[in-house]
């Protein structure tokens, strides 16, 4: 087995909750996947709020929905 080693400061430390000095590869890609979901998330928040998408309702996504697979199924 190998060993890698990385730098963080502490407030990356703390900010993900890590607790310990080690991780496995496993925890390392856990944690690392967290982060880049939850600014995934925030990004997609912002973007839906930017162009008004924030406000659909359920009708109104299921509308798009099935216009859009309309067109895909016609184009096909």
């Given at each position: 087995?190998?060993t890698?080693?990385?730098?963080?400061?502490?407030?990356?430390?703390?900010?993900?909750?890590?607790?310990t000095?080690?991780?496995?590869?496993?925890?390392?890609?856990?944690?690392?996947?967290?982060?880049?979901?939850?600014?995934?998330?925030?990004k997609?928040?912002?973007l839906?709020?930017?162009?008004?998408?924030?406000?659909?309702?359920?009708?109104?996504?299921?509308?798009?929905?099935?216009?859009v697979?309309?067109?895909?199924?016609?184009?096909?």
């Amino acid at each position: 087995m190998r060993t890698l080693s990385i730098a963080i400061s502490d407030l990356e430390f703390n900010k993900f909750g890590i607790k310990t000095d080690k991780l496995s590869f496993s925890d390392f890609v856990d944690i690392v996947s967290k982060e880049i979901i939850r600014q995934n998330l925030s990004k997609s928040i912002e973007l839906a709020e930017k162009y008004g998408l924030s406000k659909l309702t359920m009708e109104d996504i299921t509308k798009e929905v099935k216009a859009v697979r309309k067109n895909a199924k016609n184009n096909s």
